[in-house]
């Protein structure tokens, strides 16, 4: 199959390129030409609009940041409905089983599958093509692409026939991430102004039961060092936090400490924090406190 990939930000780069550099070869689209040029000094194509990079591959990959921008690119006037040749879409973004649902079903009518495979594990497991990809739809259709999935996710988890499946499993996923930061940060900076020293605080941590992936990687690696580079902006945070709700009160199952995180993080947005990174949700808390947890790496 040749492929197409569509949406070169952040996340999708690094997915693109771990295709690009198993198949030799790979059609992109990014609205920002700047995004889709780091592919293109690799040898990948830089198309038009998605209906151009539809229209050369057989399966397209998209990673996209919003759910307009989902729609847009599946099933818009120049989107991959309208490409003639593509005839398997895959999802690789967070966009909630409702709106997957619906552009599954809109594609059908012209004899597209889809496959939705949302993926996690953060950007710099990415590169290395060690994240996890979340899988349902078809059986048939999964296993026919599994191989290019394999490119860049080290862990692939086939869900279920049901189209979304893997959406609520990725929305479950994405509040525990949330919430287990924030809960991290209230904790480092408990800690700081107690006087603990940061690193001992985390090495206790993470050799207890409190130990979880903001503890392991996010606080040591991206805020200890105060350079906030996850390279997970807030704003998709906001994105995944409302339609997570969305889904969990869609399914009636009660959310209480999911709420309250959610709170925290969208307060934080509201006093301006939208533009930044997700790990900068500790200067709010800081600031809360009246004390600093002091860079050490």
């Known amino acids: 199959m040749k492929a197409g990939f569509i949406g070169t930000g952040s996340m999708g780069c690094p997915l693109a390129d771990n295709i690009l550099r198993q198949e030799g070869s790979l059609a992109i689209y990014d609205i920002d030409p700047d995004a889709a040029r780091r592919l293109t000094d690799k040898q990948a194509r830089l198309m038009a609009s ?10 397209v990959f998209a990673c996209l940041p919003s759910t307009d921008s989902f729609h ?11 490409g003639g040749r593509a005839n398997l879409f895959v999802n690789l973004g967070t966009m909630g089983s409702t709106a997957v649902r619906a552009v599954s079903d809109r594609l059908a009518e012209q004899g597209i599958e889809t496959l939705d495979c949302p993926i996690t594990g953060g950007t710099p497991r990415a ?9 349902s739809g078809p059986r048939a259709v999964f296993d026919r692409v599994r191989p290019l999935i394999e490119a860049f996710a080290s862990k692939v988890v086939y869900v279920g026939e049901q189209t979304g499946q893997s959406q609520t499993l990725k929305l479950i996923n994405n509040m525990l991430s ?9 904790g480092l900076v408990m800690g700081a102004k107690a006087g603990l020293d ?11 039961s409190g130990q979880n992936s903001a ?6 690696n991206h805020v200890l060092s105060r350079k906030f580079d996850y390279d997970a902006p807030m704003r998709i945070t906001r994105k995944d936090l409302e339609l997570w709700q969305s889904e969990a009160e869609a399914l009636g199952v009660p959310q209480w400490v999911g709420n309250a995180a959610r709170q925290l993080y969208m307060h934080s947005m509201a006093m301006g924090s939208e533009g930044g990174d997700l790990t900068e949700i500790i200067k709010d808390i800081e600031n809360w406190a009246g004390v600093e947890v002091p860079k050490t790496r």
């Open 178 to 186: 949330c919430a287990n930061l924030a809960l991290a940060c209230e």
């Open 198 to 208: 940061p690193e001992t605080v985390l090495e206790v941590i993470n050799a207890g």
């Open 127 to 135: 590169w290395d093509g060690d994240v996890t990809a979340i899988a």
């Open 50 to 59: 998605p209906q151009a990079v539809a229209a050369e591959s057989d399966v």
């Open 215 to 220: 503890t392991l990687t996010k606080i040591p």
């Open 72 to 82: 847009a690119v599946a099933t818009g006037a120049d989107g991959v409905i309208a």
